[in-house]
């Protein structure tokens, strides 16, 4: 039986991490330097890449994009989460956790399309070099873009207004550090079918898409490589796609974590800790992918291009 109906919510209580009270003060450091170090990251990344004419390509067209959307994306859900770890407030206004769970809808599905058409600015990098200018112009690259981010917003628009219908019932408790679209399907005591079969219908196209387009460009760029095998050709192959391969790979294992595998017992602990990767580690990490294995990205650069 769920507990009676409440059609009116005026906010929610986020139960956070499952972490005993006198872990707290080392956690909170640790999640507040992984997340200053995720927004300076990326912010560093933005800025050389606007100042360093050599980095005016589409590549680093598309990655400024995509370091922009995870600095929202973790600021989305862990400023909320360092505070309710300091304050033990755990209280979340209506309005504020639809709207957190609107953003983090949005840019979890920017992230697919940008990912997407950075593997498609690879393929045709390595499997059409002679047409590369020709086929990524700026009229191209803009459109992919701004594309994303329509697409993006629509998707999560979608989600947030078919929750928005729905009654909740009297339990405010969501066991998590943020209001995840699943966590508060589970609060909703009305009919939930619809909001469930657009998830797995237009929210999956929306997830898988842009994976069969990243699919698709490597198993191109794979047998454009191994068709003229060469060491040579194959570690610059390697160079010019293993920073986005692992990225690719960080970003869908941990959402794999989330919503793929089979829930166990402690599916809520499983859940909590795979997003804190989602969101907290995977950000955080992209910066350091990025310019330890581009040369191109090389932090003197920027202090080159600072210091005149």
Known sequence: MRPKNQSSMSEFLLLGLPIRPEQ???????????????????????????????????????????????????????????????????????????????????????????????????????????????????ELCIL???????????????????????????????????????????????????????????GGVFAFLPLCAIFGSYIRIGATILGVPSIKRICKGLSTCGSHLLVVFLYYGTLAMIYFIPSSNNSEVKDIIASIIYTVVTPMLNPFIYSLRNRDMKLRHLLEKLCR
Not at 79 to 93: D, E, F, V, Y
Not at 176 to 197: R, V, Y
């Open 144 to 202: 992919l873009v701004a594309g994303s981010w329509f697409f993006s917003c629509a998707h999560a628009l979608l989600h947030t207004l078919l929750l928005s219908r729905l009654s909740f019932c009297a339990d405010n408790t969501i066991p998590h550090f943020f209001c995840d679209l699943t966590a508060l399907l589970k609060l909703i005591c009305s009919d939930t079918s619809l909001n469930e079969l657009v998830i797995f219908t237009e």
């Open 24 to 138: 707290q003060g080392m956690f909170f450091t640790l999640f507040l330097g992984m997340y200053l170090t995720t927004v300076l990251g990326n912010l560093l990344i933005i800025l050389l890449i606007r100042l360093d004419s050599r980095l005016h390509t589409p590549m680093y067209f598309f990655l400024s994009h995509l370091a922009f959307s995870d600095i929202s994306f973790s600021s989305v859900t862990v400023p909320k989460m360092l505070m309710n770890m300091q304050t033990q407030h755990l209280s979340i206004p209506y309005v504020a956790c639809i709207s957190q769970m609107y953003f983090f809808i949005f840019f979890v599905c920017l992230d697919n399309f940008l990912l997407a058409v950075m593997a498609y600015d690879r393929y045709v990098a390595i499997c059409q070099l002679l047409h590369y200018t020709t086929v990524m112009r700026e």
